[in-house]
């Protein structure tokens, strides 16, 4: 079998968040559920979340924010990848770029989960933007990254998540294209975003959550609700395939079979 062979037949998935929490709260019930299928599974988030915080500096919150994702991608099953910068510091810029095509060339992903387009704020929607590219940026051998690794000759399928309150930024609800059964991975999910103690307070504060574990929860049900099938769901849009992977590759629906439904 030859080496592009193997990255092709490979299964792994990488979620990128742009903050510590952020993939606990609208993907982490799938990235396990591939986990239980077969895949290896990554776990990145863009920024360090060092603005999390009405109580410490942006360098205790960063090292303790840190430390808590640690401890959720532990808890998922899933290798860490280092963030890459501030909050409010995820740009689309040309550095960000290389770095985080860096990660995909390495890691040689079959599915990333990332971001919708469309969200309430700009860490996100450029999270998105910045997983999109450097997915398609992952075969191009006249990119170069940060550090530089080798062009990767691997087909790859994005799928974006739904936006925090279900939403996009007008306030207008998001019909998912797809939904995945995570009744079953419900409660680790739960168990994954308390590790995020830090963000108690701080949600309460900033967004006016009196429970951030009641609110994903209460988001939880509500996309199972939409689903009309499950329980608990999270739903996915798939990205085009133009220039990521053939017209007909699904690898969420192939790998998860009965807890995958079309929306």
Known sequence: MSKNQFENDSKVAIAIGAHPDDIEFMMSGTL?????????????????????SVEYDAEETARVRKQEAQKAARLLGAQFYESL????????????????????????????????????????????????????????????????????????????????????????????????????????????????????????????LNSYLATMEEMSLKVGTMSVSYKHAEGWMQHSHLGFCGPDANPLKDALGENYKSG
Request: with cysteine; proline share 7%.
């Open 32 to 52: 396990m559920m591939l986990k239980e299928a077969g895949y290896d599974i990554y776990y990145m988030n863009i920024a360090n979340g060092n603005c999390g």
């Open 85 to 208: 910068c501030n909050d409010l510091e995820i740009l689309y810029t040309t550095g960000l770029l290389r770095k985080l095509t860096a990660v995909i060339r390495e890691v040689k992903p079959t599915v990333v989960l990332t971001h919708p387009p469309q969200d309430y704020m700009e860490d996100h929607m450029n999270a998105c933007r910045l997983a999109v590219t450097a997915a398609f940026s992952r075969g191009v051998p006249n990119f170069e990254t940060i550090p530089p690794v080798p062009a990767l000759n691997k087909d790859v399928t994005v799928y974006h998540a739904l936006p925090y309150g279900l939403c996009d930024a007008m306030g207008k609800p998001v019909i998912p294209g797809a939904f995945i059964n995570t009744s079953t991975v419900f409660e680790r999910k739960l168990e994954a975003l308390a590790c995020h103690k830090s963000q108690q307070n701080w949600l309460d504060v900033s967004q006016g």
